[in-house]
């Protein structure tokens, strides 16, 4: 069962920026396609950005394209979300989960607050 990890949010102000990781445990991530996804409150979890593992393509939301970037560290066996230039409206609950079709157990997430 691969348990996934999520770290690195916190409160910034508008225009700040932050560092996500997604750590799994149990299984390396190279098998499958990875995203991003978040949930602001009162509203449906919602997808951010996208990457394959083996040919490192990648794909974003329109609302943060431009301002985040997906990668990962194989020997860390890490998934990372950049976000710059964050808005209020990126105020949600992250989360990391395969893709397109979230298929691993939800972890707890990392809450990111942008508030000046």
């Known amino acids: 069962q691969v348990q996934l990890v999520e770290s690195g949010g916190g409160l910034v102000q508008p225009g700040g920026s932050l560092r996500l990781s997604c750590v799994p445990s149990?299984?390396?991530?190279?098998?499958?396609?990875m995203g991003w996804f978040r949930q602001a409150p009162g509203k449906e979890r919602e997808f951010v950005a996208a990457?394959?593992?083996?040919?490192?393509?990648?794909v974003y939301a329109d609302s943060v394209k431009g301002r985040f970037t997906i990668s990962r560290d194989n020997a860390k066996n890490t998934l990372y979300l950049q976000m710059n230039n964050l808005k209020p409206d990126d105020t949600a609950v992250y989360y990391c989960?395969?893709?397109?079709?979230?298929?691993?157990?939800w972890g707890q997430g990392t809450q990111v607050t942008v508030s000046s």
């Open positions: 989960n395969s893709h397109p079709a979230p298929s691993l157990a």
């Open positions: 149990g299984r390396p991530l190279s098998t499958y396609r």
């Open positions: 990457m394959y593992w083996s040919d490192s393509s990648k």
